[in-house]
């Protein structure tokens, strides 16, 4: 679940109009959520190269999928870009492939 944002008594004096004091909880829990959802994609990544360490070509073409699903969500909610997260799966994919060709 998402934590409760801890907010600083210096931005309580700084922040005067209501409608900041709104912004600012909002950015708050954005950036929570934001942190919550890269660090599961870092999880799921590691996940997948420990399955192309081991050789488990079942294993990896699941984490894979598992990977690039989660990558395709973080792009739509706008968490990374598009870009990285094509770069990010083709290493893994690439990776994956040449674990499969050599053995």
């Known amino acids: 679940m998402v934590k409760k944002p801890e907010v600083n008594c ?7 109009h209501p409608s900041a004091e709104k912004r600012h909880r909002q ?3 954005k950036r929570a959520r934001n942190i919550e ?9 590691k996940r997948a190269r420990q399955a192309i360490e081991t ?10 999928r598992a990977v690039d699903r989660a990558l395709g969500k973080a792009v739509r ?3 990374i ?3 990285t997260a094509s770069r990010w799966l083709s290493r ?6 040449r ?3 050599a053995g």
Request: charged residues 25%; aromatic residues 2%.
């Open 27 to 29: 950015s708050l829990k």
């Open 77 to 79: 909610k706008g968490i």
């Open 37 to 45: 959802t890269k660090s599961k994609l870092r999880t799921l990544i």
């Open 92 to 97: 893994l994919s690439r990776s994956a492939s």
């Open 81 to 83: 870009k598009g870009n």
């Open 99 to 101: 674990v499969s060709a």
């Open 55 to 64: 050789k488990n070509q079942d294993s990896a073409l699941s984490q894979i």
């Open 10 to 16: 210096l931005e309580d004096f700084l922040i005067k």
